[in-house]
């Protein structure tokens, strides 16, 4: 027979999951439109671009680092690509390289500084955050980049069958990202990074690769979800992926990252994304105020962290 410990221990990893069940089952109650066909595509939709920046913050939280630069890197990616995507002048494969060369350069520049120049990760990001959005401003004087061609706007609007594509590309990053974590070597360096650098280093991981991979991988999706968005909403605007960071944060330590490293899935990444886009979605149709959205979050993410640390302080024990 399992003991109480094992049983806990096996709840916890699918806590997230029962407490988003039971938050569904209360919506479809108190709500009228939650479970309808139309509803459950908007909140797959909404939720795309945050999962797909969720999934790169995921990576770099493992490690034990942070990256406040993903909404930077969002807006920057989203206008430059929109400036690439007007009718007629270049082929789509265009916008999607130089948006994804924008995320690759900014995580390899925040990898280094980090890895090489040993700043600390909240300052580094920070800074190249602020950069990134003066950078923004100036690229078009603080004007939003419009007249997309069609074939642009389909990346955050068209759909395959009846999935829209940001689903669909929101799934295809996700299994990449379980991948990655679960089945190759890099993601096992990446869990032991997070568990103990010194250790890792010891046992012949280069870390410092490690960590500017994964500041390369946060970029990279980051860039994707400035594509969908932008597409979505047929502009590349200024303002475009303005506190993002905090969501895709959110994500990830509510799905069980821990912030303290060495700890995380791909799985209690997807429950931490839906948690959120169903908590918006249900008090939007509840016609709750938006400030009191922001405050429910913020409770669920220090009781996310409290938990982690009250299961680290029990398994010391």
């Known amino acids: 027979m399992l003991s109480t410990k094992k049983i806990g221990g096996k709840l916890g990893k699918y806590i997230i999951f029962i407490f988003l069940a039971v938050f569904c089952v209360v919506l479809s109650v108190t709500t009228s439109g939650f479970l309808t066909e139309k509803n459950i595509i908007n909140v797959l939709r909404q939720v795309s671009y945050n999962g797909v920046i ?48 924008i995320g690759a350069l900014v995580g390899l520049i925040n990898g280094i500084g980090i890895a090489y ?44 069958g009846k999935i829209p594509i940001p689903v669909i590309i929101l799934i295809a990053v996700l299994l990449l990202g379980w991948f990655i974590l679960n089945k190759t070597r890099f993601g096992r360096h990446v869990l032991a990074v997070g568990g103990n650098e010194q250790a890792a280093r010891v046992s012949g991981i280069n870390t410092k690769l490690v960590k500017i991979t994964v500041y390369i991988m946060s970029g990279i999706f980051s860039a994707i979800a400035g594509m969908i968005i932008s597409a979505r909403v047929n502009a590349g605007s200024p303002t475009l992926g303005t506190g993002y960071e905090n969501d895709a944060i959110a994500a990830a330590v509510i799905g069980g990252t821990s912030m303290m490293g060495g700890q995380g899935s791909m799985i209690g990444t997807i429950g931490g994304i839906l948690i959120i886009g169903v908590m918006n979605n249900g008090l939007d149709l509840l016609n709750v105020s938006s400030y009191y959205q922001q405050v429910a979050k913020g409770i669920i993410i220090i009781a996310a962290v409290l938990f982690d640390m009250l299961s680290k302080s029990r398994k010391s024990k």
């Open 117 to 160: 120049g040993h700043v600390p990760a909240f300052i580094m990001t920070l800074g190249t955050n602020t950069i990134l959005r003066g950078v923004i401003m100036l690229y078009n004087n603080g004007k939003p980049v419009l007249n997309l061609s069609e074939q642009y706007q389909a990346i955050g609007s068209g759909y395959l």
């Open 54 to 101: 969720a999934v790169g913050m995921t990576f770099v939280i493992i490690t034990g680092n942070i990256d406040l630069s993903v909404g930077g890197v969002v807006g920057l990616a989203a206008i430059v690509a929109c400036d690439f995507a007007h009718p007629g002048e270049y082929p789509l494969i265009i916008p999607i390289l130089v948006a994804l060369g």
